[in-house]
């Protein structure tokens, strides 16, 4: 097993080593993301050698790197401690490394990294070897076979070999101590969002504002009275009643992975019922876990987990892959719509991969990726969007990871090449077609890879037209989250635990900048459900000058103030008006849209 035998992985880490050395060498690399990587595997592999010095150097230059400031504060502390004990004779290293470990937690400012101890101790309760076995052999196999790993593959094979050797020994001891730490301080952050917030009611005559959600499906069931609804199509007669090439349209449309036009606003479960139950019930216990609390749903994930065989690895993973893909949309459309009887919720829903092994692009993959680009925007924009919610996105580099998976795509420089070259007409269909509807406001989720978005060339957070709006997330007391891009960001939202619903109704509280984007969603809505007139443009700017500003580390963070944009608003309607308020004008007119409120549709 590569990550299991010492001979196979010592092989694997000098080869990476050479590699990252010769890169670091020989190329001018800007990203700080990158070098951040580079240097983070190098001081694993220079503790694993047993180059303690060196393992601690490199560590230093990771910390320099990390330019947010509770992730710099965190930077290395795992390695000093097994550092400190390493240098100590074998029957002192447990008690030395605790030690060390503790030292290093004391010194923290609680308040500024609580978020980041609490996922860290998570992360540490459910990681097993069984499970980093099982997921290794489903992750590598094709490419050893193959008899080449790329380097993304081996670094995450490196880094599995690290948390068995060196965290997992340790890990009671870690955990022990990180409760001990959290326990100690029993205040939580306060939380900015609540004073800001803005809720519209019927009473205030407000405009129909269709909100289109881009992302893996909605259970419509769940919002009823707030759907856009076709009035030209026959719900589920199997027809494409208005000729506009979408069969069964009523609530909007749906694509296949390869571009294939399908019908529901939800996708079909592809998993057996009570193995989707069975995610749900991790899923809610794994996200408690990160928020620090003990219940019944986190004691029982601790249990599966320090008991799941390594056979079973596989099927654990992809069934919560496929809920958080199946329930995304719906979590998504929850938060987009909160506050705001006036949301109609236009369905685009995108098919995603949820298996371990993602297909093969292909060709007719990149036509199919083309054409959903292409046509969803015409259709939004024929529908009267006003909004659009973006919480997806990927770089070349998802496409040459697809490729990797399965080893394929010829040598590591052609999967690059053919990567880029299919990457960029998906790219240019995308941006292109944004572009031409300048009707429309496009908020796209910023990402959650901790990178800078202006070098991953992420698509579509990285666009800087002046109908999109890039959402990065921060926490509930408005700092920035350790998950959460950066580089191309227009505003931070809430984006960690926030609660909404999930297929079925059940609320749970998830975290990533997809789910910062419908903050920022829900707030443009909300304006323009209120002064219709208003452009995409000007929501843009309302939001973002009325956002406040906050610096760190030598950049600046626009947090989301719906308030403030609010009492923009209504002092450029006052002008607007002569100096008196502007009202809400009604929806009217033509158009081939109404709301389910005007037609209920079929349970």
């Not at 856009?228 to 694509?255: C, L, S």
């Not at 191309?488 to 635990?497: E, M, T």
Request: aromatic share 6%; hydrophobic share 45%; glycine share 8%.
């Amino acid at each position: 097993m590569l990550i299991t035998d010492p001979k196979a992985t010592g092989a694997l880490m000098e080869a990476v080593r050479q590699g990252l050395e010769a890169d670091l060498r020989d190329l001018d690399i800007e990203d700080r993301a990158t070098l951040r990587s580079y240097h983070s595997s190098l001081a694993n592999i220079a503790l694993l050698q047993g180059r303690l010095e060196d393992a601690l150097a490199l560590s230093a230059k990771v910390k320099e790197l990390q330019e947010k400031p509770a992730l710099k504060l965190l930077s290395g502390l795992s390695l000093r401690a097994i550092v400190a004990a390493r240098r100590v004779a074998p029957d002192k290293q447990a008690e030395t490394f605790d030690a060390a470990y503790r030292a290093e937690l004391a010194a923290l400012p609680y308040e500024q990294v609580q978020a980041e101890l609490k996922a860290s101790k998570a992360g540490l309760e459910i990681v097993s070897a069984n499970y980093l076995a099982g997921s290794a052999e489903e992750r590598f196999d094709p490419a050893v076979k193959e008899g080449m790993l790329p380097q993304d593959l081996a670094l995450g094979a490196i880094g599995m070999a690290f948390t068995i050797r060196e965290i997992l020994p340790r890990r009671d001891a870690m955990v022990k101590a990180l409760q001990e730490t959290i326990d100690a301080h029993k205040a939580d952050k306060p939380d900015i969002w609540a004073v800001r917030a803005v809720t519209l009611s019927e009473a205030q005559h407000l405009t129909r504002t269709v909100i289109a959600i881009w992302d893996t499906g909605v259970d419509v069931t769940l919002f009823p009275r707030r759907l856009w609804v076709n009035a030209r199509e026959v719900p589920d007669n199997g027809k494409d009643d208005d000729r506009n090439g979408f069969v069964d349209d009523v609530n909007g449309i749906a694509w296949s992975w390869t571009g294939e036009r399908l019908a529901g606003a939800l996708r079909k479960v592809e998993i057996p019922a009570e193995r989707l139950a069975a995610a749900a019930r991790d899923m809610k216990g794994y996200t408690e876990m990160q928020a620090g609390l003990d219940t019944p749903d986190t004691a029982a994930l601790k249990k599966k987990m320090a008991a799941l065989p390594k056979d079973e690895v596989k099927t654990f993973v992809e069934s919560i892959s496929f809920l958080s893909i199946y329930g995304h949309g719906t979590h998504v459309a929850g938060i987009a719509t909160a506050g705001n009887p006036a949301a109609r919720i236009l369905v685009v829903r995108a098919e995603y991969p949820w298996q371990i092994i993602p297909p093969v692009p292909t060709e007719e993959w990149v036509k199919g990726q083309v054409e959903i680009m292409k046509a969803s925007v015409k259709y939004l924009v024929a529908a009267g969007a006003r909004v659009v919610n973006m919480s997806w996105g990927f770089s070349p580099k998802e496409i040459e990871g697809m490729f990797e998976a399965n080893a394929a795509g010829g040598s590591p420089q052609e999967r690059r090449e053919i990567a880029r070259k299919w990457f960029d007409r998906i790219s240019a269909a995308l941006r292109s077609a944004m572009a031409a509807a300048p009707t429309v406001l496009f908020v796209p989720a910023a990402g959650n890879a901790n990178s800078d978005a202006r070098f991953e060339d992420f698509i579509p957070s990285s666009y800087d037209l002046p109908n999109t709006l890039t959402a990065g997330a921060v926490d509930k007391a408005g700092d920035e989250a350790a998950f959460t891009s950066y580089g191309k960001v227009d505003v931070y939202a809430n984006g960690y635990q926030v609660e909404s619903v999930i297929p079925g109704g059940e609320t749970q509280a998830w975290s990533g900048t997809s789910m910062a984007a419908p903050q920022v969603v829900n707030l443009a809505a909300k304006l323009f459900a209120r002064w219709p007139r208003l452009t995409a443009a000007q929501v843009k700017r309302l939001i973002v000058d009325g956002a406040d500003e906050k610096v760190v580390t030598g950049r600046t963070l626009r947090l989301l103030n719906p308030k403030r944009s609010f009492e923009l608003a209504e002092v450029l309607a006052s002008r607007a008006a002569g100096g008196k308020p502007a009202a809400a004008k009604p929806a009217g007119g033509k158009g081939q849209a109404r709301t389910a409120g005007a037609r209920p549709l079929p349970p």
